[in-house]
């Protein structure tokens, strides 16, 4: 198969869909592997790296999209890497489409095979290829809270592990998943007062014993997440609905009454964020204040420490690469069920339920299309 590594080219977006290690893994597999000139270089991947390992160097996107069977990619294609998609050509890359109708209506018109890395599901159920970039998402999270709560950043001026005689932030975690779990050890490693919000008793109970009385678990409810967020000096929005937009749970209204100059970062916010207030933001442009509350929304955190992201995220990819690669598309789909639950959108057809929903258009299943 012909294989396309575009350089991307959001906002300081500094990832790389294959490193040259995993160019050398699908070369000695038989597969040609196009990479833009370039699209590692920000991270410490000379194009020297990516042609000693086997990869053909291109100038440009055109070429790279022109020639390839397979595009592999980290975020969503911006809208001029929409325009040379192929039909039948197949997209690998994070899309979170429930919360892009636009990106959802150009990847329908395309007629391209669109497999999310964020829907793709492994043998517990669980998202093998989201999770690295939730934890390195998770991590930063509680970094880009402490840095924001400094005043020079516009905040109140708060140190989030205190010091003695004073005491330290109140960080408040909403979702005890993989972005939760992450959050919660960075907030408790770096002194924080620390409460988390789940439904899921299971997590909050694991989360109990790993952690003790460092931190508080409490059942989430409009109740007690409202009592939470007003009292708290950082809030981090964790929650994931798999492939559909994050339930809006903060709303307007609370955060009204938040304290002045508290920081809200929700790492929600490529499925449209879990707070009313909530609006995409850039490495550019990263926070904007609403009604005295500072807001970091960024789409792309994890491209911030683009080169531990990228290998995380290669290390998760990869195998799934090599199969779609080997197989082909509609094969490697029939034989893993998992992989099959990242097939978003193909040929035209909306294949996952919860993006036709969001966006209005008929659900067709997987199986369908395979048939």
């Not at 070429?63 to 990619?73: C, H, L, N």
């Not at 967020?229 to 950082?234: G, H, N, R, Y």
């Amino acid at each position: 198969m012909r294989i396309g590594v575009p350089k991307e080219i959001k906002d300081q977006e500094y990832r790389v869909g294959l490193t040259p290690a995993s160019v050398r893994e699908l070369v000695s597999r038989g597969h040609v592997v196009m990479v833009q000139a370039g699209a590692g270089a920000a991270l410490g991947l000379s194009d020297h790296s990516y042609t000693v390992a086997g990869a053909k160097l291109v100038p440009d996107a055109q070429a790279v999209y022109g020639d390839a069977e397979m595009i592999v990619k980290v975020k969503e294609p911006q809208l001029s890497e929409r325009a040379l998609l192929k039909p039948g050509q197949i997209l690998y890359a994070y899309l979170h489409l429930a919360a892009d109708r636009e990106q959802t209506a150009d990847l329908v018109k395309s007629g391209s095979v669109c497999i999310a890395y964020e829907t793709v599901t492994g043998p517990d159920g669980r998202l093998p290829l989201l999770s690295p970039m939730s934890e390195v998402a998770g991590r930063m999270s509680v970094q880009v809270a402490a840095a924001y709560l400094e005043k020079p950043r516009g905040s109140m001026g708060l140190l989030l592990g205190g010091v003695p005689g004073v005491a330290p932030a109140h960080v408040v975690v909403i979702g005890a998943g993989v972005v939760g779990t992450s959050a919660v050890q960075i907030a408790v490693g770096m002194g924080a007062r620390v409460t988390v919000l789940d439904r899921n008793v299971d997590r909050l109970r694991h989360l109990g014993l790993v952690f003790g009385n460092r931190v508080v678990t409490v059942y989430s409810s409009v109740d007690s997440l409202e009592r939470a967020v007003l009292s708290a000096d950082a809030v981090i929005g964790a929650v994931l609905v798999p492939g559909a937009e994050a339930p809006r749970l903060v709303t307007r209204a609370m955060v009204a009454r938040m304290k002045g100059g508290s920081v809200v970062v929700d790492v929600a916010i490529d499925q449209g964020g879990c707070f009313e207030t909530s609006r995409p933001t850039s490495h550019t442009h990263p926070t904007y204040v609403v009604d005295g509350v500072l807001h970091y929304c960024v789409t792309n955190m994890p491209a911030a420490v683009s080169r531990t992201s990228t290998f995380a995220l290669n290390n998760a990819t990869l195998a799934y690469a090599m199969a779609i690669a080997d197989k082909g598309w509609s094969r490697a789909l029939a034989e893993d069920r998992g992989l099959r639950a990242g097939l978003n959108i193909c040929r035209g057809n909306v294949t996952y339920a919860a993006v036709a929903s969001a966006h209005g258009y008929a659900h067709v299943p997987v199986e369908q299309v395979l048939a």
